[in-house]
């Protein structure tokens, strides 16, 4: 499938399809089982051209797990999430268990992106948590879907005037100024059970995503997310013609910009 908006935006990398799925598809990148890994890095390589594939034993992190839509993967977090993403648990990081869990972060200090604990189990609680039901999700550049094909997201890697077209886009035939949101999540949370939460809703909002400080040194440094829920994709797409992105000012910022 290729897509209008990529062209006329002049996309650098491939939108990427985030599919359900109980078949992997060949070829598909994987993380071993019980091995670490971040999720970003794989749709990266998505972004790129490879696909990647995912289950409930190899989605590389706890986050990861959670992200992806394989249920509340934060109860198995030794030490509590709660603690690891605001203020630290030196208490823990002490401990036998904790010398052999890997992070990104020391156990001790924590992430510091919550004010204290009791904030950050607001933010876990309010989590939309997915159970998935198929065995893989996976991660596929857009234009090497087959027609069998439905994806539940697809997801942009745009630099700050891609992104500024694609939220004048997803607000074209709405007139609400309410068609994009920016909300505080880690990098796959944006990429996955977020916009899957928007695709439920009668009016989805697309997702700005990657402002996740632990996944940024995964992407270029100019580089945002934006995750669109299938069906308002399709809408996009066909909103291309007649639109700005045809029109002599969004011509000129591109010509400005090669």
């Known amino acids: 499938m290729e897509s209008k908006i990529a062209r006329a935006i002049g996309m650098k990398y491939s939108p990427v399809a985030v599919l359900f799925t109980d ?3 060949e070829n598909a990148m994987q993380f071993k089982e019980g091995r670490w890994g971040c999720v970003v ?3 990266i390589a998505a972004a790129k051209g490879r696909t990647a594939a995912f289950d409930r034993k190899t989605f590389g992190c706890l986050g990861g797990g959670v992200g992806l839509g394989f249920g509340n993967q934060y109860v198995n977090f030794p030490g509590g999430i709660e603690c690891y993403i605001s203020t630290g648990n030196k208490e823990f990081a002490k401990s036998p268990e904790a010398a052999g869990f890997r992070t990104s972060t020391p ?3 924590g992430e510091g992106y919550f004010k ?3 904030i950050a189990k607001k933010f876990v609680d309010a989590l939309p948590m997915t159970e998935v039901p198929t065995t893989y999700v996976v991660f596929k550049p857009l234009d090497q879907l087959t027609e069998e094909e ?3 997201v697809v997801v942009f890697l745009a630099n700050v005037e891609q992104l500024s077209a694609l939220s004048v886009l997803a607000n074209y035939e709405r007139g609400t100024g309410q068609s994009v949101i920016i909300p505080f999540g880690a990098g796959c949370h944006t990429i996955g059970i977020m916009p899957y939460a928007e695709g439920k809703s009668a009016e989805p909002r697309a997702v700005i995503g990657l ?4 996944a940024r040194r995964h992407v270029d440094k100019d580089i945002l997310s934006f995750a669109v ?3 308002m994709f399709l809408k996009m797409e066909e909103n291309v013609d007649g ?3 045809k029109k002599e000012v969004w011509m000129n910022l591109m010509e400005r910009n090669n």
């Open 23 to 25: 078949d992997k598809p």
């Open 41 to 43: 890095t794989m749709f």
């Open 107 to 109: 156990l001790d200090e």
């Open 116 to 118: 204290s604990p009791k």
């Open 150 to 152: 439905t994806p539940e």
């Open 211 to 214: 402002t996740d400080i632990s």
């Open 229 to 231: 829920p299938f069906p």
């Open 243 to 245: 639109s700005f992105l």
